[in-house]
């Protein structure tokens, strides 16, 4: 005698336990397409360097702010799915830091994980975080991101000239002036936080890499000996100590002067 159950997620009757086969091939598609969403949000995470021509005499870069955190946030929430998702097939892979391994277990083992208890939740959870990338990828053409929703967290896009914006996910309305000043304030305490250690070539390297700017060691050690960068010396006398936003600082006041 078969027993009927229910798919926890959308009802539908079967005739085993955990996703019916129509849900486990949403789940396995919206997995699929996690490289591509990771992929576009640290394009939009490190702002590509766009590249002109000037009637074939040379190139002109350009650049924008050098990183978006509500991108890089969203690249940890994605990794950190990942991480649970795994977990319901091997508890051991909660520590696993290499998102792609993490995704090809999940795929291979989907079945197994199909029939866990969590698995409806884990499912919802990838569909909603992958159309939520897209939302912040691909935004409306004419709108900013202005910072995130204080209620439910998700990020919150609107146009300049409007004095509110409603989150179109808990639909909660927001005044858009503090919205920017708030994330103004967290991104300028992130630059502040985070530190940049190495030789004045690293750390030419490193802010080449991230603003797209070419930045040479000399310059580096030019803007230390004449105070436009701050830095310390490590203990060891070997490198030296900055902050992200000290470079940013240096930078401008580089473009600024020329």
Known sequence: ?????????????TNHPGLCRNCQGEWRHALHAI???????????????????????GTHATTHQPIDWTAEDQIQEITSLLNWIAT?????????????????TILANLPHISQTEQAATAMRTTITTIARTW??????????????CPQCHQPQFAQDDAPHATCP?????????????????RIAHTLQ????????????RWTTATTGIRTTGHQVSDWIR?????????PDGTQWQTSMQAILDAIQDRRTTQ
């Open 135 to 148: 939302r912040m990828t691909d935004p409306t053409e004419d709108t900013h991101a202005i910072g995130d």
């Open 88 to 104: 319901l097939h091997d508890q051991k892979l909660a520590t696993e830091t290499h998102w792609p391994r993490i995704l090809n």
């Open 1 to 13: 005698m078969t027993t009927t159950t229910h798919c926890p997620a959308c009802l539908t009757p």
């Open 35 to 57: 490289p591509l969403a990771i992929q576009a949000l640290q394009l939009k995470a490190w702002r590509q360097t766009h590249t002109s021509h000037n009637n074939g005499s």
């Open 226 to 234: 004449r105070g436009k960068l701050t830095a310390q010396r490590t």
């Open 193 to 204: 936080a985070n530190t940049i250690t190495g030789t004045p070539s690293q750390i030419a």
């Open 169 to 185: 996910t808990c639909h909660s309305q927001w005044d858009v002036q503090w919205l920017k000043t708030k994330r103004a304030t």
